[in-house]
């Protein structure tokens, strides 16, 4: 699908502006998708998980903006292959709302640390760092995809909480 919308703008196809519509599109369905699947399914989907999953969604909507800003500053520069490779990035960054959301329902579960383990990847100085901190206040680490790797972050977050009397009880994430 990215590569046939890229394709179409490339071509002149489409213009700039239903490029950037159909790119909204594709971030909604595809980062719903992730939170539906970090909640178990639609059934466990909450007006308070909704909520949040929108302020998400809407982040993305900005960082979409600025690249169509960029796209319409330069074309040259972006209507080529490089236009597919940072569109793809907005896939990748399903990982991001996927952490995002479990780190949103962890919270309201009531665990209260935090710890990031690395993934499965190269991993940048950023994540290396952010691992080595241990077990920190949920939302003190910076969110799966903040670090340089940026949507290229495979790293996960695991969870614990106190089980009141001196240990705790984990989560793993996923």
């Known amino acids: 699908m990215l590569k046939d919308l890229a394709d179409q703008l490339i071509a002149g196809k489409i213009t700039l502006a239903e490029w950037q519509m159909q790119m909204r599109e594709f971030i909604r369905v595809t980062h719903r998708m992730a ?19 929108g302020y998400l969604v809407k982040l993305q909507y900005r960082y979409l903006d600025q690249f169509a800003a ?10 080529n292959g490089r236009l597919l490779i940072r569109m793809q990035l907005y896939q990748k960054a399903e990982w991001g709302t996927f952490e995002q959301m479990l780190r949103f329902l962890k919270r309201k579960e009531g665990f209260t640390e935090e710890r990031r383990v690395l993934g499965e990847a190269d991993h940048c100085p950023g994540c290396l760092e952010q691992s080595s901190r241990s077990w920190q206040s949920i939302g003190t680490l910076d969110p799966i995809g903040a670090e340089q790797c940026a949507t290229n972050c495979r790293c996960v977050f695991h969870y614990r909480r106190s089980n009141g009397s001196g240990g705790f009880i984990f989560e793993y994430g996923n």
């Open 35 to 53: 939170a539906v699947a970090a909640c178990g399914g639609m059934q466990n989907m909450t007006p308070a998980n909704w909520g949040y999953l």
């Open 70 to 79: 960029d796209i319409a500053a330069n074309p040259n520069a972006w209507l």
